[in-house]
């Protein structure tokens, strides 16, 4: 099986890139598989990836590096329900040192199952704008502009994504700053959202080379890290996973309560100067569902996935990723959904609620030199 995996931090478009991919690849007419990758369970990316159609299995609980074992049993379940030509995995967005612990390993540990492609690294505009142009109000923190930053240094080729929100000049300054940090590095410039250069993406896949005809190597960028940095930069964020009922007696626009509810949860946030790393909600009915989104403090709530429905009865998971104390990351968003729902007359019943930092990165694997 080909195995791509595709990286990058929270909020830069991983899930829409794979989606995008995976269609593509469909319409070659090749069987797709996906992992999806959490610190815990009830993951929207796995949800919302599963309501397209595709074929998911959802890596738990740590980190790929951290969980390699429940990666591979993963895949060769794919591998025994669907028989894919391809899988398409996407790591947790605040891990990096993945060559080293995930693709350096997969090539020396079960290269009779895979073949590996090169790794991708994807990055939203405004995080590479700010964090290597060296904006000291970014709004991260010297530790996560770190993971950041390690990022790219051990990506075999780097995306940059929502380039149908940028001008030309602003491609190119942001292409600038990466080819000076990284001058022997692939660089693709797509939309995952609108298509635009995606085939480019696959083209380089295929055939691992630039426009020069130059081979891609595959994991040859194993990074010097300082694990007590990159675990401080994960620790900083809050991490919450929490799936809520609600119900009501007269029929409501899904789309506008998720829109609704992530505005709230901005505005606290916000009032709480803490920086958005990912907030994601998808809200299901029966047969259709939405998904709202916030990719950072500096950006705009967005329907990502219109239902165009009413209803009167909604199952939702919300993931939020921010800079701030769980303890106070839960009763924001308890106070966010239940808000909504009162403006409703709706009632909400929150299930199961994970709200925690992540602990420290423990690799099952870490190669440090390629061909040990």
């Known amino acids: 099986m080909r195995f791509i995996m595709i990286g990058g931090f929270l909020g830069a478009g991983k899930t829409t890139t794979i989606g995008m991919l995976a269609q593509l690849y469909q319409q070659a007419g090749l069987k797709v598989g996906i992992v999806t990758n959490d610190q815990a369970a009830d993951l929207v990316d796995t949800h919302s990836l ?18 390699f074992d429940e990666l591979t049993a993963t895949v060769e379940q794919l591998q025994s329900n669907q028989q894919p030509d391809i899988i398409l995995a996407e790591p947790v967005g605040s891990c990096t040192d993945l060559v080293a612990t995930v693709v350096q390993p997969l090539i020396k540990f079960h290269d009779n199952i895979f073949d590996v492609a090169p790794y991708g690294v994807i ?14 109000n970014a709004g991260f923190s010297p530790e996560a502009a770190y993971i950041f930053n390690k990022q790219l240094e051990e990506a075999d080729f780097l995306i940059v994504n929502r380039i149908d ?19 022997h590095t692939p660089i693709i410039k797509l939309s995952a959202k609108t298509g635009t250069g995606m085939q480019a993406l696959v083209d380089f896949l295929d055939t691992q080379s630039d426009a020069n005809g130059t081979t891609t190597p595959v994991g040859q960028h194993i990074l010097e890290l300082d694990y007590d ?31 609704d509810i992530i505005g709230r949860l901005q505005t606290m946030f916000t009032a709480e100067n803490a920086e958005t790393a990912h907030l994601k909600a998808i809200g299901s009915t029966v047969d259709c569902h ?12 967005e329907l990502s996935h219109a239902s165009n429905v009413e209803t009167d ?15 106070m990351l839960e009763p924001l968003v308890r106070a966010a959904v239940v808000g909504a729902c009162d403006e409703r007359d709706m009632t909400a019943e929150f299930g199961e609620v994970q709200s925690f930092r992540p602990g420290r990165p423990v690799p099952t694997h870490r190669i440090a030199a390629v061909g040990d």
């Open 229 to 259: 940095r990159y675990a401080q930069g994960e620790a900083e964020l809050g991490w919450l996973n929490a799936t809520v009922t609600l119900q009501g007696d007269e029929k409501i626009a899904l789309d506008d309560l998720l829109l």
């Open 50 to 67: 599963r309501n397209q159609g595709f074929s998911v299995g959802e890596v738990a609980g740590a980190c790929f590096c951290c969980n």
């Open 165 to 183: 929100e940028l001008s030309h000049d602003a491609i190119d300054s942001l292409v600038g700053l990466l080819e000076n940090r990284h001058p």
């Open 123 to 136: 990055l939203k505009p405004s995080h590479g704008q700010r964090i290597l142009g060296g904006d000291a």
């Open 313 to 327: 009865r909604v199952t939702m998971v919300i993931n939020a990723r921010v800079a701030m104390d769980p303890a």
């Open 290 to 301: 939405a998904i709202a989104n916030l990719v950072g403090s500096d950006t705009v709530v």
